[in-house]
Protein backbone atom coordinates (compact mmCIF):
# COMPACT_ATOMS: atom_id res chain seq x y z
CA UNK A 1 0.00 0.00 0.00
CA UNK A 2 1.16 3.57 -1.09
CA UNK A 3 0.93 6.54 1.32
CA UNK A 4 0.89 9.83 0.28
CA UNK A 5 3.57 11.05 2.70
CA UNK A 6 6.22 9.17 1.18
CA UNK A 7 6.50 11.27 -1.76
CA UNK A 8 8.79 13.20 0.58
CA UNK A 9 11.42 11.25 0.22
CA UNK A 10 11.67 12.40 -3.22
CA UNK A 11 13.46 15.37 -2.84
CA UNK A 12 16.04 13.39 -0.43
CA UNK A 13 16.87 10.93 -2.82
CA UNK A 14 17.52 13.39 -5.68
CA UNK A 15 19.54 15.63 -3.70
CA UNK A 16 21.27 12.55 -2.61
CA UNK A 17 22.29 11.53 -6.05
CA UNK A 18 23.63 15.47 -6.82
CA UNK A 19 26.14 14.95 -3.84
CA UNK A 20 27.03 11.68 -4.83
CA UNK A 21 28.11 12.96 -8.29
CA UNK A 22 29.82 16.14 -6.31
CA UNK A 23 31.63 13.44 -4.34
CA UNK A 24 33.15 11.36 -7.12
CA UNK A 25 34.32 14.75 -9.17
CA UNK A 26 36.05 15.59 -6.46
CA UNK A 27 37.73 12.57 -5.81
CA UNK A 28 38.49 12.38 -8.98
CA UNK A 29 40.31 15.56 -8.72
CA UNK A 30 42.42 14.34 -5.75
CA UNK A 31 43.51 11.21 -7.41
CA UNK A 32 45.10 13.23 -10.23
CA UNK A 33 46.44 15.47 -7.81
CA UNK A 34 48.22 12.79 -6.41
CA UNK A 35 50.17 11.98 -9.62
CA UNK A 36 49.72 15.81 -10.80
CA UNK A 37 50.76 18.01 -7.55
CA UNK A 38 49.88 21.58 -8.93
CA UNK A 39 46.57 20.29 -10.58
CA UNK A 40 44.24 23.02 -9.74
CA UNK A 41 45.94 24.54 -7.24
CA UNK A 42 45.97 27.40 -6.28
CA UNK A 43 42.53 27.59 -7.39
CA UNK A 44 41.68 23.82 -5.28
CA UNK A 45 43.97 22.79 -2.89
CA UNK A 46 44.71 19.06 -2.01
CA UNK A 47 43.35 19.63 1.06
CA UNK A 48 39.92 21.68 0.15
CA UNK A 49 39.14 18.63 -2.08
CA UNK A 50 39.89 16.06 0.33
CA UNK A 51 36.98 18.43 2.14
CA UNK A 52 34.34 18.32 -0.42
CA UNK A 53 34.98 14.77 -0.85
CA UNK A 54 34.67 13.15 2.33
CA UNK A 55 31.65 15.59 3.53
CA UNK A 56 30.01 15.47 0.14
CA UNK A 57 30.15 11.85 0.82
CA UNK A 58 28.92 11.96 4.50
CA UNK A 59 25.97 14.46 3.87
CA UNK A 60 24.64 12.63 0.54
CA UNK A 61 24.43 8.99 2.15
CA UNK A 62 22.82 11.08 5.38
CA UNK A 63 20.20 12.53 2.88
CA UNK A 64 20.12 8.86 1.70
CA UNK A 65 18.76 7.64 5.12
CA UNK A 66 16.46 10.38 5.66
CA UNK A 67 15.18 9.72 2.25
CA UNK A 68 14.88 5.57 3.36
CA UNK A 69 13.33 6.45 6.69
CA UNK A 70 10.54 8.68 4.88
CA UNK A 71 9.56 6.33 2.00
CA UNK A 72 9.94 3.07 4.79
CA UNK A 73 8.49 4.06 8.46
CA UNK A 74 4.93 4.78 6.69
CA UNK A 75 4.64 1.98 5.28
CA UNK A 76 5.65 -0.47 8.31
CA UNK A 77 3.91 1.85 10.46
CA UNK A 78 0.93 1.33 8.31
CA UNK A 79 0.04 5.52 8.64
CA UNK A 80 1.07 8.49 7.00
CA UNK A 81 4.07 10.22 8.40
CA UNK A 82 3.55 12.65 11.09
CA UNK A 83 4.33 16.13 9.55
CA UNK A 84 5.38 15.93 5.92
CA UNK A 85 5.98 19.77 5.85
CA UNK A 86 8.22 18.96 8.78
CA UNK A 87 10.28 17.04 6.24
CA UNK A 88 10.22 19.25 3.62
CA UNK A 89 11.15 22.22 6.04
CA UNK A 90 14.24 20.03 7.23
CA UNK A 91 15.20 18.84 3.49
CA UNK A 92 15.76 22.47 2.22
CA UNK A 93 17.57 23.58 5.59
CA UNK A 94 19.83 20.41 5.64
CA UNK A 95 20.46 20.99 1.80
CA UNK A 96 20.73 25.17 2.42
CA UNK A 97 23.58 24.06 5.28
CA UNK A 98 25.32 21.14 2.88
CA UNK A 99 25.54 23.58 -0.29
CA UNK A 100 26.76 26.68 1.97
CA UNK A 101 29.29 24.33 3.68
CA UNK A 102 30.79 23.28 0.57
CA UNK A 103 30.68 26.88 -0.98
CA UNK A 104 32.57 28.13 2.10
CA UNK A 105 35.14 25.17 1.37
CA UNK A 106 35.66 25.94 -2.29
CA UNK A 107 35.57 30.09 -1.86
CA UNK A 108 37.09 30.63 1.52
CA UNK A 109 40.59 30.02 3.23
CA UNK A 110 40.02 27.55 5.52
CA UNK A 111 41.11 29.56 8.60
CA UNK A 112 38.77 32.31 7.81
CA UNK A 113 36.16 30.22 7.24
CA UNK A 114 36.46 29.41 10.77
CA UNK A 115 36.59 32.80 11.83
CA UNK A 116 33.66 33.91 10.18
CA UNK A 117 31.83 30.92 11.69
CA UNK A 118 32.22 32.14 15.20
CA UNK A 119 34.82 28.74 15.97
CA UNK A 120 36.37 30.50 18.28
CA UNK A 121 33.08 30.79 20.60
CA UNK A 122 32.82 26.71 20.01
CA UNK A 123 36.02 25.10 18.82
CA UNK A 124 34.82 22.13 17.00
CA UNK A 125 37.08 22.83 13.20
CA UNK A 126 39.73 20.93 12.12
CA UNK A 127 38.87 17.47 12.24
CA UNK A 128 39.21 14.91 9.68
CA UNK A 129 35.24 14.27 8.68
CA UNK A 130 34.39 16.98 11.11
CA UNK A 131 35.65 20.09 9.22
CA UNK A 132 32.28 21.08 9.02
CA UNK A 133 31.86 25.35 10.70
CA UNK A 134 30.43 25.16 14.46
CA UNK A 135 27.30 26.53 12.98
CA UNK A 136 27.01 23.94 10.22
CA UNK A 137 27.39 21.41 13.03
CA UNK A 138 24.40 23.30 15.47
CA UNK A 139 22.48 23.08 12.03
CA UNK A 140 22.76 19.30 11.34
CA UNK A 141 21.54 18.96 15.32
CA UNK A 142 18.26 20.79 15.07
CA UNK A 143 17.98 19.04 11.24
CA UNK A 144 18.41 15.47 13.07
CA UNK A 145 16.05 16.14 16.14
CA UNK A 146 13.29 17.62 13.88
CA UNK A 147 13.75 14.15 11.65
CA UNK A 148 13.61 11.65 14.86
CA UNK A 149 10.74 13.74 16.33
CA UNK A 150 8.92 13.30 12.50
CA UNK A 151 10.02 9.96 12.42
CA UNK A 152 9.63 8.66 15.99
CA UNK A 153 5.95 10.18 16.33
CA UNK A 154 4.83 8.28 13.08
CA UNK A 155 6.29 4.77 14.65
CA UNK A 156 4.51 5.71 18.27
CA UNK A 157 1.04 6.31 16.18
CA UNK A 158 1.58 3.31 13.93
CA UNK A 159 2.43 -0.15 13.83
CA UNK A 160 5.20 -1.14 15.48
CA UNK A 161 7.74 -3.71 13.26
CA UNK A 162 10.93 -5.10 14.14
CA UNK A 163 12.16 -2.99 11.01
CA UNK A 164 10.81 0.01 12.03
CA UNK A 165 12.27 0.01 15.56
CA UNK A 166 15.65 -1.07 14.17
CA UNK A 167 15.89 1.99 11.98
CA UNK A 168 15.11 4.26 14.75
CA UNK A 169 17.44 2.93 17.01
CA UNK A 170 19.69 3.66 14.09
CA UNK A 171 18.60 6.86 13.74
CA UNK A 172 18.62 8.11 17.69
CA UNK A 173 22.17 6.57 17.94
CA UNK A 174 23.68 8.54 15.29
CA UNK A 175 22.49 11.88 16.58
CA UNK A 176 23.31 10.92 20.07
CA UNK A 177 27.13 10.22 18.81
CA UNK A 178 27.29 13.51 16.53
CA UNK A 179 27.43 15.34 19.52
CA UNK A 180 30.80 14.29 20.48
CA UNK A 181 31.94 16.34 17.45
CA UNK A 182 31.63 19.44 20.02
CA UNK A 183 33.96 17.88 21.92
CA UNK A 184 37.28 19.03 21.30
CA UNK A 185 39.67 18.69 23.88
CA UNK A 186 43.15 20.15 23.69
CA UNK A 187 44.85 16.82 24.65
CA UNK A 188 45.40 14.99 21.57
CA UNK A 189 44.97 11.78 22.73
CA UNK A 190 41.76 12.03 24.83
CA UNK A 191 40.64 13.91 20.88
CA UNK A 192 41.29 11.07 18.83
CA UNK A 193 39.67 8.73 21.78
CA UNK A 194 36.57 10.82 21.29
CA UNK A 195 36.52 11.24 17.57
CA UNK A 196 36.09 7.61 16.86
CA UNK A 197 32.85 8.00 19.10
CA UNK A 198 31.55 9.70 15.77
CA UNK A 199 33.57 8.17 13.09
CA UNK A 200 33.89 4.67 14.25
CA UNK A 201 30.88 4.30 16.43
CA UNK A 202 28.84 5.98 13.12
CA UNK A 203 29.73 3.41 10.30
CA UNK A 204 30.88 0.23 12.17
CA UNK A 205 27.99 0.72 14.66
CA UNK A 206 24.84 2.27 14.33
CA UNK A 207 24.94 3.30 10.83
CA UNK A 208 24.80 -1.04 10.35
CA UNK A 209 21.60 -0.83 11.78
CA UNK A 210 20.34 1.65 9.60
CA UNK A 211 21.60 -0.71 7.14
CA UNK A 212 20.37 -3.62 7.83
CA UNK A 213 16.81 -2.26 8.33
CA UNK A 214 16.80 -1.15 4.91
CA UNK A 215 17.88 -4.19 3.44
CA UNK A 216 15.34 -6.04 5.19
CA UNK A 217 12.08 -3.94 4.26
CA UNK A 218 13.32 -4.09 0.78
CA UNK A 219 14.25 -7.71 1.29
CA UNK A 220 10.22 -8.25 2.40
CA UNK A 221 8.70 -6.23 -0.72
CA UNK A 222 11.30 -8.29 -3.53
CA UNK A 223 11.14 -11.81 -2.22
CA UNK A 224 7.85 -12.03 -0.38
CA UNK A 225 9.26 -14.16 2.10
CA UNK A 226 7.26 -14.25 6.00
CA UNK A 227 8.34 -11.43 7.76
CA UNK A 228 8.75 -13.31 11.19
CA UNK A 229 11.29 -15.18 9.02
CA UNK A 230 13.32 -11.99 8.18
CA UNK A 231 13.17 -10.25 11.45
CA UNK A 232 14.56 -13.31 13.47
CA UNK A 233 17.87 -12.61 10.88
CA UNK A 234 17.83 -9.13 11.40
CA UNK A 235 17.58 -9.22 15.17
CA UNK A 236 20.75 -11.43 14.61
CA UNK A 237 22.76 -9.48 12.91
CA UNK A 238 22.76 -5.99 14.41
CA UNK A 239 23.01 -8.00 17.82
CA UNK A 240 26.48 -8.98 16.25
CA UNK A 241 27.27 -5.65 14.82
CA UNK A 242 26.93 -3.70 17.93
CA UNK A 243 28.49 -6.35 19.97
CA UNK A 244 31.66 -6.41 17.47
CA UNK A 245 31.24 -2.85 16.64
CA UNK A 246 31.51 -0.92 19.86
CA UNK A 247 34.20 -3.03 21.71
CA UNK A 248 35.57 -3.53 17.94
CA UNK A 249 36.33 1.16 18.10
CA UNK A 250 39.66 -0.70 19.77
CA UNK A 251 41.49 -1.11 16.81
CA UNK A 252 41.83 2.82 16.34
CA UNK A 253 43.35 2.97 19.67
CA UNK A 254 46.39 0.65 18.98
CA UNK A 255 48.92 3.82 18.55
CA UNK A 256 47.17 6.76 20.32
CA UNK A 257 48.66 6.93 23.55
CA UNK A 258 46.52 4.57 25.50
CA UNK A 259 46.69 1.80 27.40
CA UNK A 260 48.11 -1.19 26.02
CA UNK A 261 45.28 -3.56 26.70
CA UNK A 262 43.28 -2.39 23.48
CA UNK A 263 45.65 -3.92 21.76
CA UNK A 264 43.63 -7.28 23.07
CA UNK A 265 39.95 -5.93 23.10
CA UNK A 266 40.97 -4.39 19.76
CA UNK A 267 42.31 -6.89 17.90
CA UNK A 268 39.59 -9.63 19.40
CA UNK A 269 36.36 -7.97 18.94
CA UNK A 270 37.60 -6.11 15.39
CA UNK A 271 38.30 -9.54 14.37
CA UNK A 272 34.73 -10.71 14.67
CA UNK A 273 33.42 -7.72 13.11
CA UNK A 274 33.28 -9.24 9.59
CA UNK A 275 30.77 -11.81 11.24
CA UNK A 276 27.69 -9.84 11.23
CA UNK A 277 28.23 -8.86 7.31
CA UNK A 278 29.05 -12.48 6.41
CA UNK A 279 25.59 -13.37 8.04
CA UNK A 280 23.95 -10.32 6.01
CA UNK A 281 25.24 -11.80 2.86
CA UNK A 282 23.76 -15.38 3.47
CA UNK A 283 20.56 -13.73 4.82
CA UNK A 284 20.22 -12.31 1.46
CA UNK A 285 20.87 -15.08 -0.86
CA UNK A 286 18.84 -17.33 1.39
CA UNK A 287 15.69 -15.06 1.14
CA UNK A 288 16.24 -14.24 -2.83
CA UNK A 289 16.71 -17.97 -2.99
CA UNK A 290 13.20 -18.87 -0.92
CA UNK A 291 11.39 -15.68 -2.85
CA UNK A 292 7.38 -16.58 -3.40
CA UNK A 293 7.47 -14.67 -6.16
CA UNK A 294 9.91 -13.23 -9.11
CA UNK A 295 9.61 -9.39 -8.45
CA UNK A 296 9.99 -7.25 -11.68
CA UNK A 297 12.09 -4.96 -10.42
CA UNK A 298 15.27 -6.99 -10.99
CA UNK A 299 17.63 -3.83 -10.59
CA UNK A 300 16.36 -3.59 -6.72
CA UNK A 301 17.03 -6.91 -6.07
CA UNK A 302 20.85 -6.98 -7.90
CA UNK A 303 21.56 -3.96 -5.66
CA UNK A 304 20.03 -5.68 -2.53
CA UNK A 305 22.52 -8.80 -3.33
CA UNK A 306 25.20 -6.30 -4.43
CA UNK A 307 24.81 -4.77 -0.64
CA UNK A 308 25.56 -8.10 0.95
CA UNK A 309 28.25 -9.12 -0.87
CA UNK A 310 30.46 -6.05 -0.99
CA UNK A 311 29.62 -5.24 2.50
CA UNK A 312 31.39 -8.14 3.64
CA UNK A 313 34.00 -7.88 1.28
CA UNK A 314 34.95 -4.33 1.93
CA UNK A 315 33.95 -3.59 5.69
CA UNK A 316 34.43 -7.49 6.19
CA UNK A 317 37.14 -8.70 4.95
CA UNK A 318 39.60 -5.75 3.74
CA UNK A 319 38.51 -4.90 7.42
CA UNK A 320 39.99 -7.81 8.94
CA UNK A 321 43.22 -8.14 6.16
CA UNK A 322 44.93 -5.21 8.88
CA UNK A 323 42.81 -4.78 11.87
CA UNK A 324 45.21 -7.11 14.42
CA UNK A 325 47.59 -4.73 15.86
CA UNK A 326 51.02 -6.55 15.16
CA UNK A 327 49.67 -6.15 11.15
CA UNK A 328 48.06 -2.75 11.98
CA UNK A 329 51.70 -1.58 13.53
CA UNK A 330 53.28 -1.70 9.31
CA UNK A 331 49.74 -0.63 7.81
CA UNK A 332 48.28 1.88 9.56
CA UNK A 333 47.89 5.23 7.51
CA UNK A 334 48.64 3.75 4.09
CA UNK A 335 47.36 3.46 0.95
CA UNK A 336 45.67 -0.27 2.31
CA UNK A 337 43.12 1.89 4.83
CA UNK A 338 42.26 3.80 1.54
CA UNK A 339 41.81 0.95 -0.09
CA UNK A 340 39.34 -0.69 2.77
CA UNK A 341 37.69 2.77 3.26
CA UNK A 342 36.74 3.14 -0.20
CA UNK A 343 35.37 -0.66 -0.48
CA UNK A 344 33.59 -0.49 2.32
CA UNK A 345 31.42 2.76 2.04
CA UNK A 346 30.97 1.68 -1.09
CA UNK A 347 29.51 -1.50 -0.57
CA UNK A 348 27.61 -1.24 3.23
CA UNK A 349 26.20 2.14 2.60
CA UNK A 350 26.26 3.66 -1.18
CA UNK A 351 24.99 0.71 -1.90
CA UNK A 352 22.28 0.18 0.11
CA UNK A 353 20.98 3.78 0.04
CA UNK A 354 21.12 3.30 -4.05
CA UNK A 355 19.07 -0.11 -3.24
CA UNK A 356 16.30 1.91 -1.34
CA UNK A 357 15.88 4.54 -4.16
CA UNK A 358 16.17 1.70 -6.90
CA UNK A 359 12.81 -0.05 -5.07
CA UNK A 360 11.48 3.37 -3.96
CA UNK A 361 11.87 5.83 -7.43
CA UNK A 362 9.54 3.66 -9.73
CA UNK A 363 6.78 3.91 -7.49
CA UNK A 364 6.91 7.24 -6.43
CA UNK A 365 7.14 7.74 -9.73
CA UNK A 366 3.57 6.66 -10.46
CA UNK A 367 5.01 2.80 -11.50
CA UNK A 368 2.76 0.77 -10.09
CA UNK A 369 5.56 -1.80 -9.01
CA UNK A 370 9.20 -0.78 -11.12
CA UNK A 371 10.32 0.57 -14.10
CA UNK A 372 10.43 -0.27 -17.54
CA UNK A 373 12.68 -3.25 -18.62
CA UNK A 374 14.88 -1.00 -20.79
CA UNK A 375 15.29 1.23 -17.83
CA UNK A 376 16.13 -1.38 -15.54
CA UNK A 377 18.90 -2.80 -18.22
CA UNK A 378 20.25 0.74 -18.39
CA UNK A 379 20.14 0.73 -14.32
CA UNK A 380 21.91 -3.14 -13.93
CA UNK A 381 24.70 -2.10 -16.48
CA UNK A 382 25.45 1.08 -14.22
CA UNK A 383 25.36 -1.42 -11.23
CA UNK A 384 28.16 -3.33 -12.89
CA UNK A 385 30.13 -0.26 -14.17
CA UNK A 386 29.91 1.19 -10.54
CA UNK A 387 30.57 -2.52 -8.94
CA UNK A 388 34.09 -3.73 -11.21
CA UNK A 389 35.65 0.16 -10.83
CA UNK A 390 35.47 -0.36 -7.10
CA UNK A 391 36.77 -3.19 -6.98
CA UNK A 392 39.86 -2.65 -9.24
CA UNK A 393 39.90 0.93 -7.09
CA UNK A 394 40.04 -1.32 -4.21
CA UNK A 395 42.60 -3.72 -5.66
CA UNK A 396 44.94 -0.75 -6.65
CA UNK A 397 44.95 1.24 -3.53
CA UNK A 398 46.06 -2.73 -2.30
CA UNK A 399 48.89 -2.96 -4.53
CA UNK A 400 50.33 0.63 -3.66
CA UNK A 401 49.30 -0.05 0.24
CA UNK A 402 51.59 -3.25 0.41
CA UNK A 403 54.25 -1.78 -1.81
CA UNK A 404 54.06 1.15 0.82
CA UNK A 405 54.52 -0.69 3.57
CA UNK A 406 57.52 -2.72 2.03
CA UNK A 407 59.63 0.14 1.52
CA UNK A 408 58.76 2.69 4.09
CA UNK A 409 58.07 0.11 7.24
CA UNK A 410 59.50 -2.47 6.22
CA UNK A 411 63.11 -2.60 4.59
CA UNK A 412 66.64 -2.76 6.54
CA UNK A 413 66.69 1.05 5.02
CA UNK A 414 63.42 2.52 4.91
CA UNK A 415 62.55 5.02 1.82
CA UNK A 416 61.14 8.62 2.03
CA UNK A 417 57.76 8.96 2.05
CA UNK A 418 57.68 11.30 -1.26
CA UNK A 419 60.12 9.06 -2.80
CA UNK A 420 57.94 5.96 -2.28
CA UNK A 421 54.65 7.86 -3.30
CA UNK A 422 56.77 8.25 -6.76
CA UNK A 423 57.42 4.67 -6.98
CA UNK A 424 53.69 3.69 -6.65
CA UNK A 425 52.32 6.42 -9.02
CA UNK A 426 51.29 3.90 -11.25
CA UNK A 427 48.88 2.48 -9.37
CA UNK A 428 47.42 6.17 -8.78
CA UNK A 429 47.10 6.24 -12.51
CA UNK A 430 45.14 3.28 -12.49
CA UNK A 431 43.11 4.17 -9.80
CA UNK A 432 42.21 7.38 -11.43
CA UNK A 433 41.49 5.15 -14.28
CA UNK A 434 39.16 3.24 -12.60
CA UNK A 435 37.57 6.19 -11.03
CA UNK A 436 36.31 7.49 -14.48
CA UNK A 437 34.75 4.19 -15.32
CA UNK A 438 32.84 4.52 -12.05
CA UNK A 439 31.88 7.96 -12.95
CA UNK A 440 30.64 6.55 -16.01
CA UNK A 441 28.72 4.40 -14.39
CA UNK A 442 26.77 6.81 -11.81
CA UNK A 443 25.57 8.76 -15.34
CA UNK A 444 24.22 5.73 -16.29
CA UNK A 445 22.41 5.02 -13.31
CA UNK A 446 21.22 8.32 -13.97
CA UNK A 447 20.50 8.29 -17.53
CA UNK A 448 18.36 5.03 -16.26
CA UNK A 449 15.46 7.48 -14.63
CA UNK A 450 15.11 8.80 -17.39
CA UNK A 451 14.91 5.86 -20.46
CA UNK A 452 11.75 3.95 -21.12
CA UNK A 453 9.24 6.51 -19.20
CA UNK A 454 6.89 5.53 -21.56
CA UNK A 455 7.18 1.57 -22.00
CA UNK A 456 5.35 -0.75 -19.93
CA UNK A 457 6.36 -2.56 -16.41
CA UNK A 458 6.90 -6.12 -16.13
CA UNK A 459 3.92 -7.59 -13.74
CA UNK A 460 4.84 -9.91 -10.81
CA UNK A 461 5.11 -13.23 -11.96
CA UNK A 462 4.42 -16.11 -9.37
CA UNK A 463 7.74 -18.03 -8.83
CA UNK A 464 8.47 -21.88 -10.06
Do not use: C
Amino acid sequence: MQYQSQAVAKPYFIAAIGLFVLQILFGLIMGLQYVVGDFLFPEIPFNVARMVHTNALIIWLLMGFMGAAYYLVPEESETELFSPRLALVTFWVFLAAAVLTVAGYLLVPYATLAELTGNHLLPTMGREFLEQPTITKIGIVVVALAFIFNVGMTVLKGRKTAINLVLLLGLVGLAVLFLFSFYNPTNLVLDKYYWWWVVHLWVEGVWELILGAILAFVLIKVTGVDREVIEKWLYIIIAMALISGIIGTGHHYFWIGVPEYWQWWGSIFSALEPLPFFMMTVFAFNMVNRRRRNHPNRAAVLWALGTAVMAFLGAGVWGFLHTLSPVNYYTHGTQITAAHGHMSFYGAYVMIVLTIISYAMPLLRGRKVAASNKSQVLEMWSFWLMTVAMVFITFFLTAAGILQVHMQRVMDKPLPFMYVQDQIALFYWLREGAGLVFLIGLIVYIASFFIGNNEPEAEVVPST
